[in-house]
């Protein structure tokens, strides 16, 4: 449940639809999943007037200056929305433009005067706040096991999986170090750039960050001259061989199990200078790089030429580390998954702050992660119980019995917290889940090894006991007879 | 009445003009949907490959699965992808005539066995225990990364098999022996857990087709070198080295993949008739009815090779800390002044 506050300043709708505030109103969808399962998404408005200091925020006149003062006081919960609807003809939003989605879990709609104010109002609420927290598709993405078979898309695989933790690895490769001598100042870079957009996705997960320089390390394309613009290109369909021959050089760190993602700068050599990445329709692209899902990004970098004239070989370069970083926060919000959400139409967007993440999109990022795990866990117990149920010996120790329970109660625990709205502690709780439910299915007791045929157990017991019944048959046989014998004596004399 | 002839005459060309562009754009359209469609799922590939004999005389086995392991290496996939289980006592063993090789073809003219082959488990370690533990995921804590299966829902995985077997069974190691039925509940438990997105399973015993029968898993498509009640042969001896080098379904295989290079297009088809019975004496069978694509729509490149899927980065993060605003109109964005 999506719980969003709704405030109306004064001239925004009628003044007797003003009389009723405050109330709430509850917004419901079904989305339908395999096997005849359903997710509810639920958005809950709560009406309220606006407060004397919102009035003169929402009046001042840029948005900036609204959002300042608007940010002050309070700072809202993870997956809460608030949203201000101010006149028909205030000057804060441009004239076409019907709503704002900012920064920081709010968002501005148009009000209307209208005697069905509250219904068209509500309806462009529902739109604004679900591009802020849940669609259909962020829910399709995060469950794509589970729904129906449709998965063709592009956007669906590309996201890593919710994991505890990630690794990034930065490599600086150098093929050429004759004719240039690079230098990158990564630390700085990190420090500045990196670690923020990591510190505001701290939520999802642990993260490391590591760097390497490779040298003499090539792609594995040979790259091609194009003598109209007299430089090199690697056309699009020769990518996906470029990775290959590098990652067996890149190396991962050999005690964590966390997933990797390899972000690596290349500077061509002196005889391939300039190279460009070309797509499909032979233009070349503006980033000069590409990314692969679930994998990491490649970037080139190309030595600007006029370092050539002066000095003799080897030249020496320094990495222009906001270009690269650009390029590399772009491709880590792809491949974390924050798609650009579906937007209504005349709807403004800000910018994203110096950090690189939203915080909304952080709360998209986390209701999807949540979903899920929660599917996650849940299939893994399921499965653990058909396992069990059908190789009957398989013996469960107290462990993993007790990380069963503890799997259970944290998946109650995440779904109740999702319905009454609180995302914070409901993404513990389903992480919680995932471990435990992972710890209980892949406990190294479990492995089943025990496998009897019948015909192989009568091969087996047979040769072993009939041997041994033999003798004792007989002397049974022997011994009945001669109780009979002995029973019959008596009779005989008389 | 001239007048309506004229028209129609000229509309009719008009018409089938207009008919034409339609079609080329629907099928453009049906072509770009029909691509994607028959294109895998995947996302990384990993190959298990697994000898199963010990002993100079299974010289071949170890020949076999170090060629695969070769050519799976060449067509592009990592070591860190491939877990590799050899008894590992054919190169330095003392009744190898060339210390340190194992070759694979008479005349000695490849050696399989080279400068980095990293092989995961050697020697005693390759058990049924160890190997249904890799292929389900239950290993214990201390297990190097190197000894793990890491795969997920969107890896293509390749699992090669040879050795010793029998009617519903594979000999390990000359002490035990793992049943189709294990292999087909480890399989099982792979897919409740999507650990694999699709599986290539090939094996390349006697009567290895008793091996496939009992899978039940979706995904799983399964090549074997001899069907029930057939005996797999070996291809040739080298009298220098005194044993024979390679079974013969493996080294038609390998001939095949001699020819793959990492961006060509040749499909599973090709492969399911590699050894006929005039080469191979014994009959290799396949199993496709668990596998969801049509065989020939499945490149040879989506197991043995690792192409990766790319995507170009269209756009970038503005690291600069002006506050500007973007406007939405429908998918276009335009900057509007700070």
């Known amino acids: ?494 | 009445m001239a007048a309506t002839s004229y028209c129609s005459r000229a509309v009719a060309p008009l018409a089938g003009l207009l008919l034409l562009s339609f079609g080329s754009l629907a099928t453009s359209q049906i072509e770009e949907q029909a691509e994607q469609f028959f294109r895998s799922g995947h996302t990384n590939n990993w190959a298990v490959l697994v000898c199963t004999s010990r002993f100079w005389f299974n010289y071949r086995h170890v020949a076999n699965t170090l060629s695969v392991y070769r050519s799976v290496k060449r067509l592009g996939i990592p070591d860190s992808h491939i877990v590799l289980m050899l008894a590992d006592d054919m190169a330095c063993n003392p009744r190898n005539p060339k210390p340190a090789t194992v070759f694979s073809h008479k005349n000695m003219e490849l050696n399989v066995y080279g400068d980095d082959v990293e092989v995961d488990y050697r020697s005693y370690e390759v058990t049924v225990e160890n190997f249904l533990r890799v292929l389900t995921g239950r290993i214990p804590p201390s297990t190097p990364r190197s000894k793990r299966l890491l795969s997920d829902d969107r890896s293509n995985i390749l699992i090669y098999m040879t050795g010793h077997g029998g009617n519903g069974f594979l000999k390990f190691q000359d002490s035990e022996e793992i049943t189709n039925i294990e292999l087909a509940d480890a399989f099982e438990q792979m897919w409740q857990k999507r650990r694999y997105n699709e599986l290539l399973f090939i094996i390349d015993t006697c009567q290895g087709a008793s091996m496939y029968e009992r899978f039940y898993s979706p995904n799983i498509m399964a090549l074997a070198s001899s069907q029930v009640g057939e005996d797999s042969l070996s291809h040739q001896p080298d009298p220098a080295i005194g044993v024979h080098l390679m079974d013969r379904y493996t080294f038609y295989v390998l001939e095949f993949l001699e020819e793959i290079n990492p961006a060509s297009q040749t499909n599973m088809n090709d492969l399911f008739q590699v050894c006929p019975k005039s080469l191979c004496v014994s009959t290799p069978g396949h199993r496709t009815d668990l596998f969801q694509r049509d065989p020939k729509n499945v490149l040879i490149t989506d197991f043995f090779g690792s192409v990766r899927k790319v995507e170009i980065t269209t756009e970038t993060i503005s690291l600069q800390t002006d506050l500007g605003i973007l406007e939405s109109s429908g998918h276009t964005w335009k900057l509007l002044v700070p």
């Not at chain 1, 990445?277 to 503006?286: F, L, S, Y």
């Not at chain 1, 924050?338 to 209701?367: H, N, Y």
Request: aromatic share 10%.
């Open chain 1, 1 to 494: 449940m999506v719980p969003v506050s709704v405030v109306f300043t004064r001239e925004s709708v009628p003044l007797d639809d003003q009389e009723k505030l405050p109330f709430t109103v509850v917004h419901e969808r079904e989305i339908p999943l395999k096997y005849k399962m359903k997710i509810k998404c639920r958005f809950q408005k709560a009406y309220r007037r606006a407060l004397d200091y919102e009035e003169e925020a929402l009046s001042l006149g840029s948005m900036q200056e609204a959002e300042t003062m608007l940010a002050e006081p309070q700072e809202q919960a993870e997956g809460s929305l608030t949203v201000y609807v101010i006149s028909e003809h205030s000057s804060l939003l441009p004239q076409d433009m019907m709503s704002y989605i900012g920064p920081k879990r709010t968002a501005v709609v148009r009000g209307i005067m209208h005697r069905e104010a509250f219904n068209i109002i509500g309806r462009r609420i529902i739109q604004v706040a679900q591009a802020m927290s849940l669609t259909e598709d962020v829910l399709a993405a995060a469950l794509a096991d589970h729904l129906p078979e449709d998965k063709w898309s592009s956007d669906k695989r590309r996201p890593l999986k919710s994991s505890l933790g990630y690794e990034i690895t930065f490599s600086l490769l150098n093929p050429d170090p004759k004719s240039h001598d690079v230098h990158w100042d990564i630390k700085g870079a990190v420090r500045r750039y990196v670690q923020p957009f990591l510190n505001a996705l701290s939520v999802a997960g642990n993260f490391s960050v590591d760097s390497q320089i490779l040298y003499y390390a090539v792609l594995g394309v040979n790259p091609r001259f194009n003598p109209a613009s007299s430089s090199y290109y690697l056309a699009a369909h020769s990518l996906p061989h470029v990775i290959n021959p590098v990652e067996s050089r890149l190396g991962s760190s050999a005690a964590s199990l966390y997933p990797v993602l390899n972000f690596l700068l290349y500077v061509p050599e002196l005889a391939h200078s300039p190279l460009y990445i070309q797509d499909k329709d032979g233009a070349p692209v503006a980033t000069n790089a590409f990314h692969s899902p679930r994998w990491g990004g490649i970037m080139v970098y190309n030595v600007d030429p006029k370092a050539y004239n002066a000095s003799e070989l080897p030249v020496r370069v320094e990495v222009d580390m906001v270009r690269v970083m650009e390029v590399f926060l772009a491709q880590l919000r792809l491949l974390f998954g924050i798609a650009q959400p579906q937007v209504p139409p005349k709807c403004l967007f800000s910018r994203p702050k110096s950090e690189g993440l939203m915080t909304w999109e952080l709360d998209r990022l986390l209701w999807a992660r949540s979903v899920e795990n929660l599917a996650t866990a849940t299939t893994t117990l399921t499965s653990l119980a058909q396992l069990l149920g059908k190789i009957s010996n398989i013996v469960i120790k107290d462990d993993v019995a007790s990380e069963v329970y503890r799997a259970v109660a944290a998946v109650q625990k995440a779904a109740e917290e999702l319905a009454s709205g609180h995302l914070a502690s409901a993404f513990v709780a389903s992480q919680e889940a995932v471990t435990s439910s992972e710890r209980a299915f892949f406990d190294p007791s479990l492995l089943h090894l025990l496998y009897f045929p019948d015909d192989q157990k009568f091969a087996i017991y047979i040769p072993l006991f009939l041997p041994m019944a033999v003798p004792i048959l007989l002397s049974l046989v022997k011994i009945f007879l001669e109780s009979r014998k002995s029973w019959k004596k008596p009779e005989k004399t008389d």
